[in-house]
C-alpha cells in the first residue's frame, strides 16, 4: 500500500469516528422508559423482563441464552464431527491442535486433580468449562429478543441467571457427592457433606461474577458517553477476562473437591 | 422466592445442560480423546519398538564381539599349533639332514680313503714296475754307476710325480 492510500485511508477513518461522535451528540436519545435503577434491578432479579417460550412459559433472558448457546454448541459440534475430527493427523494442524489443548487440559485438570477417578469427571469439566466460557462470551454479541412488554433487551449471559448459576453451582456438588458414593460409598457421601456450604459458594461467586460483568455492561452502555472507548475494556476485555476465570475457577474446584472425595480411603 | 429464583426455571437450565454435556461429550470429548489416547499408543509403541530394536542390536553386538574374541582366540590357537608343528617338522628335517650330511660326510671319506688306498697301491704297483723295470735294464746293461744314477734319477721322478 502506497503512503498516499494510507494517509486517506487514515484520514478517512478519523472523519468517520469523529462524525459518528458528533452524530450521536447531535441526535436525541430514544426516550428510555428505564431507569438505570431499575434497569439494574432486573438485570439482578429478572421482575420485568420476561422472554416467552415458544408462548408455553415466560422466562428469563438468561435461559434464552442458555438454549442459544447450547444450539451453537450443537452445530459447531457436529461440523466438527463430521468435518474435523475424521481428519485428524497424527502432525495436528492449527485447528486440530486448538481442540486437542482444550480437550487436553480438562483431562490433564481432571487427571492432576482427582488420580484416581477421573474419566467422568473430564467429560464434565469439560463440558462445564465451554459452557461458562462461550456463555459468558456470547453477551459480547448483544444478540437481541423482544420480551413480553415488547421491548428489546440483549441477550446475557445464561450464568448471570440466579437459576443458571444455581444450577451449574448444584450439579458440581452432585457431580462432587457421585464421585464420593463411586469409590468410598457412605463414607464418600459424609465426605461430600461435609462440605455443604460449597454448592451455595459456586452457585454465588458464579452468579455474582458474571452478573457483575452484565451489570457493569448495562451501566457503560445505558450512557451514550461512556460508549466511546470504554466499551473495548469494559465490553470485550473484562469479559474476556472474567469467562475465562470462571471457567477455571468453577471447573478447578469441582476437580479438587471429586478428587478429595474420591480418594480411596486408607485402611 | 427470594431473588426470583424459579424452580422450573433451574430444571430448564438443566435439562439444556446435560443436553449440552451429551452433545460435547460423544461429539467432541470422546473422539478427540480417543484420537490422542490412539496417537500416545502410536507414539509408545514406536518407542517400544526402538527400545527393543536397540537392545536386540546390543544383544547382537555383544554376539558378533563374543564372537570375534573366540575367533581371535581360536586363530592365537591355531597359529601356536602351526607354530609347534612347524617347529617339530623343522627338528625332524634338520635331524634327517644332519644324519644325511653325516652320512654323505662318511661316504666321503670312505672315498677318500679308498682312492687314496687304490692310489697307493697303484703307486706301490708303479714304483714295483719302475724297480722291474730298471733291475731288468740294469742287468741287461752293464753294472755301471751310471746304471747307479739312472736308477736314482728315475727314482727321483717317480716320487715328484706321485
Known amino acids: ?267 | 422466592m427470594p431473588l426470583n429464583i424459579n424452580w422450573q426455571q433451574i430444571l430448564l437450565h438443566l435439562f439444556n445442560f446435560l443436553l449440552l454435556f451429551g452433545i460435547l461429550y460423544s461429539l467432541i470429548y470422546k473422539p478427540v480423546t480417543q484420537f490422542m489416547a490412539k496417537r500416545r499408543k502410536h507414539y509408545e509403541d514406536m518407542d517400544e519398538k526402538a527400545k527393543a530394536n536397540l537392545a536386540e542390536a546390543e544383544k547382537s553386538k555383544e554376539e558378533y564381539l563374543n564372537k570375534l574374541k573366540a575367533a581371535d582366540e581360536e586363530i592365537l590357537e591355531e597359529k601356536k599349533n602351526a607354530l609347534k608343528a612347524v617347529e617339530k617338522a623343522s627338528a625332524v628335517k634338520v635331524k634327517e639332514t644332519e644324519k644325511e650330511v653325516e652320512k654323505m660326510i662318511a661316504d666321503a671319506r670312505k672315498d677318500i680313503e679308498n682312492e687314496r688306498k687304490m692310489m697307493m697301491k697303484e703307486a706301490r704297483n708303479e714304483i714295483v714296475n719302475m724297480v722291474s723295470d730298471v733291475a731288468d735294464r740294469l742287468a741287461v746293461e752293464s753294472k755301471t754307476s751310471d746304471t747307479y744314477d739312472l736308477f736314482l734319477d728315475s727314482m727321483e721322478g717317480s716320487d715328484t710325480d706321485a
Open chain 1, 1 to 267: 500500500m502506497g503512503k498516499r492510500k494510507r494517509r486517506i485511508g487514515t484520514i478517512l477513518f478519523v472523519l468517520l469516528t469523529v462524525s459518528a461522535f458528533i452524530g450521536t451528540l447531535a441526535v436525541k436519545p430514544p426516550d428510555s422508559h428505564e431507569s438505570i435503577q431499575i434497569l439494574m434491578r432486573d438485570a439482578v432479579l429478572h421482575e420485568v423482563n420476561k422472554i416467552s417460550l415458544f408462548g408455553w412459559l415466560e422466562v428469563n433472558p438468561g435461559l434464552i441464552s442458555a438454549f442459544s448457546v447450547s444450539g451453537i454448541f450443537l452445530v459447531f459440534a457436529l461440523i466438527v464431527r463430521i468435518f474435523v475430527i475424521p481428519r485428524f493427523t497424527i502432525i495436528p494442524g492449527k485447528f486440530q491442535l486448538l481442540l486437542e489443548t482444550a480437550v487436553g487440559f480438562f483431562e490433564n485438570l481432571a487427571k492432576t486433580n482427582s488420580p484416581h477417578r477421573n474419566r467422568f469427571l473430564g467429560a464434565y469439566i469439560f463440558a462445564a468449562g465451554a459452557y461458562i466460557f462461550v456463555g459468558t462470551i456470547f453477551e459480547l454479541f448483544g444478540f437481541q429478543v423482544v420480551t413480553t412488554e415488547g421491548v428489546s433487551v440483549s441477550l446475557p449471559a445464561p450464568l448471570s441467571d440466579i437459576n443458571g448459576a444455581i444450577m451449574m453451582g448444584c450439579l458440581s456438588y452432585f457431580v462432587i457427592l457421585l464421585g464420593g458414593i463411586a469409590e468410598n460409598k457412605l463414607k464418600g457421601v459424609g465426605r461430600t457433606l461435609k462440605e455443604f456450604s460449597l454448592p451455595i459458594s459456586m452457585s454465588f461467586r458464579l452468579f455474582g461474577a458474571l452478573l457483575s460483568g452484565a451489570l457493569v455492561t448495562e451501566l457503560v452502555y445505558h450512557y451514550i458517553h461512556l460508549s466511546y472507548g470504554l466499551p473495548v475494556l469494559v465490553g470485550v476485555l473484562f469479559t474476556l477476562l472474567h469467562a475465562l476465570i470462571q471457567a477455571y475457577v468453577l471447573t478447578m474446584l469441582t476437580s479438587l473437591f471429586y478428587g478429595e472425595v474420591s480418594e480411596p480411603a486408607h485402611k
